[in-house]
């Protein structure tokens, strides 16, 4: 069964920092590309960036108005995807969900987490 | 701000058709697949269609879509109350160099 779990959401200030992870399983984690996408409350989905896998040169694409402020990583021998959020603003809020491509020819965000919450405030 | 625009909202009774548009641009739309994704209240999207048309296993076929030029649609026929839920189209966008979503769409059942 896939699992993608969510964690290290909480309520910060205006400027701060957080690191989320996204733990993966029930998939070839390593073949993967992995997105971060963002839904504000009470509004729609927004694509926060995505990682590639190493094989495919693990670089990050960003979404314009999180470049220069957001980086994800990954560490393959954790099935681990991060996003660390830095100068955080009040716009920011949102639950952060991270969406797995498996690289299976079908969609980029075939599987996804239950999200994790991030209050600007 | 969204990229691609799809009304707010749409209804119908059960067994009906329920249509939803997604409108975007030659950047998006007209160049790369379009997907589509439902979200039950509550809960994380979930893939609906992926590569324009195709449907994961243990989607019915009661969920169809289709593209012509700069827009997208998706169908539901056969409405059912389970099909409640706020639906978004998503692209990838040349211009940006990103993936854009939909504004979303309410799916009410009367």
């Known amino acids: 069964e896939v699992q993608l779990v969510e964690s290290g959401g909480g309520l910060v200030k205006p400027g701060g920092s957080l690191r989320l992870s996204c733990a993966a399983s029930g998939f070839t984690f390593s073949t993967a590309w992995m997105n971060w996408v963002r839904q504000a409350p009470g509004k729609g989905l927004e694509w926060v960036g995505r990682i590639r896998s190493k094989s495919d040169g693990g670089t990050a694409d960003y979404a314009a108005p999180v470049k220069g402020r957001f980086t994800i990583s990954r560490d393959d021998s954790k099935n681990t995807v991060y996003l660390q959020v830095n100068s955080l603003k009040t716009e920011d809020t949102a639950v952060y969900y991270c969406?797995?491509?498996?690289?299976?020819?079908?969609?980029?965000?075939?599987?996804w987490g239950q999200g994790t919450l991030v209050t600007v405030s | 701000q969204s990229v691609l625009t799809q009304p707010p909202s749409a209804s119908g009774t059960p067994g009906q058709r329920v249509t939803i548009s997604c409108s975007g641009s030659?950047?998006?739309?007209?160049?790369?697949?379009v997907y589509w994704y439902q979200q039950l209240p509550g809960t994380a999207p979930k893939v609906l269609i992926y590569?324009?048309?195709q449907r994961p296993s243990g989607v019915p076929d009661r969920f169809s879509a289709s593209k012509s030029g700069t827009s997208a649609s998706l169908a539901i026929s056969g409405l059912r109350s389970e099909d409640e839920a706020d639906y978004y189209c998503?692209?990838?966008?040349?211009?940006?160099?990103?993936?854009?979503f939909g504004t979303g769409t309410k799916v009410t059942v009367l």
């Open positions: 969406a797995a491509d498996p690289r299976l020819a079908a969609s980029p965000f075939d599987y």
């Open positions: 030659s950047s998006n739309i007209r160049n790369n697949y």
């Open positions: 998503a692209a990838w966008d040349d211009s940006l160099s990103s993936y854009v």
């Open positions: 590569r324009g048309n």
